[in-house]
Each structure stands twice: as C-alpha cells, then as structure tokens.
C-alpha cells in the first residue's frame, strides 16, 4: 500500500483527482471490496469492508486476518495459482452468505493485483430456501388428501358385491373431509399470495365483535362436528373493532382450525374479548399441547411447523402466517404464548377499537 500511497502522492493532479473519485465509488457501494497483493495482503479496503470485518481504512493485514476465512483464502490461491482472471463462488461468512468474485487486475511489471467483491446474498439464499420449501411441502400436503380420495373411491369400485348405503355414505363422508383439506390448502395459497402481492385491499369499518366471533364460530361448526369439540365463547356486547370484517373472520377461521387440529376430542376451545384501551384483544385457547418457547417467535413464518413429523396433524404452515400479514395490516400484532407459561395453545391478536361506544 505504500507504493500504491506513493504513486498517488506523485501523480499529476488529474490522476490524483481519479483516484480519489475511484475511492468515494468504492466507499459508495453496497458490496464489499478490498484489494490484495500477490501475496494476499490487504492493499485496500472500501467502507462496507471496514464495517463488515471492524477494521479500520488503514488495515494491511493478510486475507486470512481480514476475513478469518480459510475457504476463501484457498480460492483466491486457486485463482493466483491457475491465473484465472475471473472467479465466481459462493461461500459462507460471518453467518450469513456471499456471492464472491476475485478479479486478477491487469498491472505492468510482476506485481499482480486481486480484485475481490463480496456480495451479501444471504437474502436471496433465504428466499430460495423458502421456494423449495414451499414446492416440498405443498407437494406433501397435496399428496396426502389426493391419495386417500383416491383410496376410497377404488374400495368402493373394488367392492364384488354392491357397497350398501351405510358404506356409501361412510365413503362419502370421507371424501367430503379429504376435499375439505385440499379446499383449505387452495384458500390459504390464495390468501397468502394477494396480500403479500398487495392485492388484498383493506375495508375498514366499525363491526360488533359478536358478529366477528359469530362469522368465524359458523364456518367452522361442521369441523366442530366431526372432531367432537366444542368452541366457548366470552364476547361483551356493544364492543366495536374497527376492521375489514371478512379478513377478521378469516383470522379467527385460521386460529380455531389450528386449535381444533391439536385439540383433544370432547374438549373444548374459548374465544375471549376485551377491550385494552384503544384496542381490543382476542384470544383462542386450546387445550392442546401448546408451544413451546423456543418456537413462539418462529411460528408465525410461512411453512413452519413446530414438529410436524412428530404432530401427525395435517397443514402446509400457511395459516399463521396469514393471519400475521392481515392482523399487521389493521396496525395490531399477534403473538403465541408459550406452553410454558401455562398449558394448552394460547394465540392473542390486538386490532383498533371501533369509535361506538
């Protein structure tokens, strides 16, 4: 760096000026970059370098005391031993990812120069990590109902003497429930991608809570039915939420189907109301396994489930994350509370209250 320094300090003002101008581009950009020596000692560092690896412009230290990285020291070797004049990887640093690309810089005399740029990709790797979870999973789901649908229509045809009503009706019945499942599935993937696409446009009007309660308690009455569990309600009355009704509903369809999906048979669900202030609280209540606290702050992500291997419970993993996205949109949060503190599942969400009394 000192003859880089002392060219520079010699150079005619308009190389001066360059390299100055060359330095604030440097310094402006989002990637990390840094240049090195053919002996792989720091020349020169942009900002983003200093701040990602908490040293200062005057660092001339090795590659491998900058980055504490053996990987992408034996790469930039490769490169100098190989003379490959562009290199492309992508490495793990620091815990997140990078795309990488070493550069051996044109430069006259012996002396050669190494460009590297560090990318942080790790974003992106996230993103398509969730892609193929999302393929993986919906696969798997789909499967699921599609087979056993599948199942019973070739017990029925398989039957050498005619099926009689009661079987016929059996058959039926279980159909009805498999195409329940793949009906749900299709909600939840629509619902998901309007409202992260922006689609789901809001319409926020003061609502009774009973009527809320109500929307969400009826559509959800046949599951009641099959699973044998009844849903406790605890709304006062002449309390308003200010709310687009029907994702409201929807929020608390989500909540009471996954609460049905854990609960006991013969047990039941409670949906209570208060008003906080200038917001009003719901919860669903289960008497579930709950969950645990390691996972209550994971929860709400798409495609994430707590144990599904171990759960046996159907879903893609959609559903809480829907009703994060609509319940964020009324400016409310949403939380689970942890089988820790007491036992049972445990979901609360707050929305604005309405302006009636």
Known sequence: MDELRGDFSAARPAEAAEAAVLRSLADSSCNVLFVLDKQKRVLELNRRACETFIVDHGFRGSLVELTGSAELDTMVSEALRNEE???????QLNGRWWHVHIHLADRPGPQALVNVALEDVTQLVRLN?????????????????????????????????KPGRKNSIRSLHAIGRETDALQWMSEELLDLS?????????????????????????????F??????????????????????????????????NALKWSPRGEKIRVVVTREDDEILFGVID???????????R??????????????NEGAGLGLAICR?????????????????????????????????
Do not use: W
């Open 85 to 91: 004049r562009e290199l492309e990887e992508q490495l």
């Open 129 to 161: 990590r969730a892609r193929r979870d999302m393929v993986a999973n919906i696969s798997h789901e789909l499967r699921t109902p599609i087979a056993n649908i599948r199942l019973i229509i070739d017990s029925l045809f398989m039957d050498t003497a």
């Open 194 to 222: 309007m409202i992260e696409s922006g689609q789901a446009l809001m319409k926020m009007v003061d609502v009774p809570t009973s009527d809320v309660v109500a929307g969400a308690v009826e559509r959800m009455a046949d």
């Open 224 to 257: 009641c039915e099959d699973r044998d569990v009844r849903i406790v309600q605890k709304v006062p009355r002449n309390l308003y939420v200010l709310c687009d009704q029907g994702k409201l509903v929807r929020v608390l369809v989500n909540l009471l189907h």
């Open 287 to 297: 008497r579930g396994e709950g969950v645990p606290k390691e996972f209550t702050g």
């Open 299 to 312: 929860i709400f992500e798409r495609f994430y489930q707590v144990d599904p291997s171990r759960s046996g």
């Open 325 to 357: 996205h609509i319940i964020e949109a009324h400016g409310g949060t949403i939380r689970a509370e942890s089988n820790a503190i007491r036992k049972g599942g445990r979901f609360y969400f707050t929305v604005p209250a309405g302006n009636r009394p």
